[in-house]
T-cell receptor, first 111, second 114 residues
């Protein structure tokens, strides 16, 4: 039981490049989330998926798209990366009773 | 939207000391959660609180859900070096339908001097 896994762990992009961050959970959770973490800003919600086939915007969705591929997988895509998207990205899934379990994070730098 | 004010922003303490941090909000929350984040890792859930006034312990950690439902505190007793990290509070509110979202505080950075 690996919990929540994320790939890649580190990534460097040039401005304008695109990439997809992958997330998978093996806990049979319905809800999944993408957050970004910036120094002094805490965790901010980008997008979430309440269940397979549904996605909704969070607090900071601009510049991102998501896909809930199946119950296990929830991906985050940057179509045209910008330096302001340099951040640490965390995926989480909801374990019920309002608890969320986080992956180890993807550290993204956009030059 | 909902906002959480977490304090202090950082703390430097000696090993063995007790620590207290808190979160306040102008909004009512249905659940309060406390997470710890080690350097280079994702947040890990420490304690979840579900009822106003609830006091819950997890080893040396104790947290309480405020009576007004607008605040929560976390205490760590007899701190040890491995307590170092960032502690986040999070509140859960119903966002409609069957899905719930978390609002996070900005974190308290704890440093423990051996």
């Amino acid at each position: 039981n690996a919990g929540v896994t994320q790939t890649p762990k580190f990534q460097v992009l040039k401005t304008g490049q695109s990439m997809t961050l992958q997330c998978a959970q093996d806990m049979n959770h319905n809800s999944m989330y993408w957050y970004r973490q910036d120094p002094g800003m805490g965790l901010r919600l980008i997008y979430y998926s309440a269940s397979e086939g549904t996605t909704d915007k969070g607090e900071v969705p601009n510049g991102y798209n998501v896909s809930r591929l199946n119950k296990r997988e929830f991906s985050l895509r940057l179509e045209s990366a910008a330096p302001s998207q340099t951040s640490v990205y965390f995926c989480a899934s909801d374990g019920g009773r309002d608890t969320q379990y986080f992956g180890p994070g993807t550290r993204l730098t956009v030059l | 939207g909902q906002q959480l004010n977490q304090s202090p922003q950082s703390m430097f303490i000696q090993e063995g000391e007790d620590v207290s941090m808190n979160c306040t909000s102008s909004s009512i929350f249905n659940t309060w959660l406390w997470y710890k984040q080690d350097p280079g890792e994702g947040p890990v859930l420490l304690i979840a609180l579900y009822k106003a006034g609830e006091l819950t312990s997890n080893g040396r950690l104790t947290a309480q859900f405020g009576i007004t439902r607008k605040d929560s505190f976390l205490n760590i007793s007899a701190s040890i070096p491995s307590d170092v990290g960032i502690y986040f509070c999070a509140g859960q509110f119903y966002s409609g339908g069957s899905n719930y979202k978390l609002t996070f505080g900005k974190g308290t950075l704890l440093t423990v001097n051996p």
